[in-house]
């Protein structure tokens, strides 16, 4: 048994505590981790590890909240992180479980997210969107519903409409090359490609005129 001899405030952050066992400093815990302690308060061993296994979970939420503030995450994102950091197995599926509780971490809203900041700022394919999701480690059901009302023709005209201003007054096979390359770059297949730039063409293209 080890006697809390001290508890003592952090002082470059006062929402941790400095514990003291036997007169000697121990570890340092979260304030809502170090709650129910007091000084003259015996642990065992097994209490001891159980505060810094709480003390763990308690800082890798917080660090989780933070890395999820910027943008939205997956779960096999969140729990990347927080392995790269340093945090076993155990601690991050707690931790995964408790922001899945506070709807804090979803995988089908994240998927919904992703595709939709896709299709606003930067379209790419279904098989391209896909890949994408995989890569986050959504899972093929989620990946399939969330990409099942995408309109590949609407997402790459979109795309192309824009692109295609910069060949305007390009002869016809650069325009075609250069737009339908450009296109393929964003996943999109043969037929799509061909359908949208003959469309573009209509629109923009223009041979140049006789000297």
Same mark, same amino acid.
């Given at each position: 048994?080890? @006697?809390?001899?001290? +508890?003592?405030?952090q002082k470059r952050n006062r929402d941790r505590v400095n514990v003291y066992l036997d007169g000697e400093f121990a570890f340092g815990l979260a304030l809502i981790t170090a709650a129910w302690l007091k000084v003259g308060q015996e642990l065992t061993a097994e209490q001891i590890a159980e505060l810094q296994r709480n003390d763990a979970r308690e800082v890798g939420q917080q +660090?989780?909240?933070? #890395?999820? !503030? #910027?943008?939205?995450? !997956? @779960?096999?994102? +969140? !729990?990347s992180h927080l392995g790269d950091k340093g945090y076993d197995d155990e601690v991050v599926a707690l931790i995964v479980e408790k922001l899945q509780s506070l709807e804090l971490l979803n995988d089908k809203a994240?998927?919904? #997210?992703? @595709?939709?900041?896709?299709?606003?700022?930067?379209?790419? !394919?279904?098989?391209a969107l896909s890949q994408e999701l995989q890569q986050k480690g959504i899972s093929r059901e989620l990946i399939e519903s969330s990409l099942a009302e995408l309109d590949e023709s609407a997402s790459a005209r979109r795309v192309a409409a824009k692109q295609s201003k910069r060949y305007a007054g390009l002869p016809r096979e650069t325009f075609r090359n250069k737009l339908g390359q450009f296109l393929q770059r964003r996943g999109y297949g043969y037929e799509v490609v061909n359908q949208i730039v003959n469309e573009m063409w209509q629109s923009v293209g223009e041979e140049p005129a006789d000297s």
């Open positions: 048994m080890a @006697v809390i001899t001290a +508890l003592t405030a +660090l989780a909240i933070n #890395y999820i !503030s #910027y943008r939205p995450r !997956s @779960v096999a994102e +969140l !729990s994240f998927a919904a #997210y992703w @595709v939709e900041q896709r299709e606003t700022f930067r379209p790419k !394919s279904r098989i």
